[in-house]
């Protein structure tokens, strides 16, 4: 035990007390303060991304139930006919 407690007391000694040693291992410091705040903004701005990103999901899903186009209608002007899309799959 002696061991231990003269081996914190020079490590406490090289950081500048006990206080700072503490600090230091609690992530306190400026680094440990630095990276905790990075690390809150990135979460706040992914979760404000997240959340644009279901609200646009949902209202293109909503707008794409809302205009079924009828049918023999499409949206390029061209003929609702399979030869098209026959080419396309070969």
Same mark, same amino acid.
Request: positive net charge; glycine residues 10%.
């Given at each position: 035990?002696?061991? #231990? =407690?003269?081996?914190?007391? +020079? ?7 006990? !206080? *700072?040693?503490? &600090? ?20 706040? #701005? =992914?979760?404000?991304?997240? +959340? ?7 209202? !293109? *899903?909503?707008? &794409? ?26």
């Amino acid at each position: 035990m002696a061991w #231990a =407690y003269a081996e914190l007391a +020079k490590e406490a000694a090289k950081r500048g007390g006990p !206080t *700072a040693l503490r &600090a230091f291992y609690t992530g306190r410091g400026i680094i440990g303060g630095a990276i905790t705040s990075a690390s809150i903004a990135g979460t706040i #701005a =992914y979760d404000k991304w997240s +959340k644009r990103r279901t609200a646009a999901a949902a209202e !293109t *899903a909503s707008d &794409a139930t809302t205009e079924t186009p009828a049918a023999g209608d499409t949206r390029s002007g061209q003929p609702a006919d399979s030869s098209r899309t026959d080419r396309l799959l070969q």
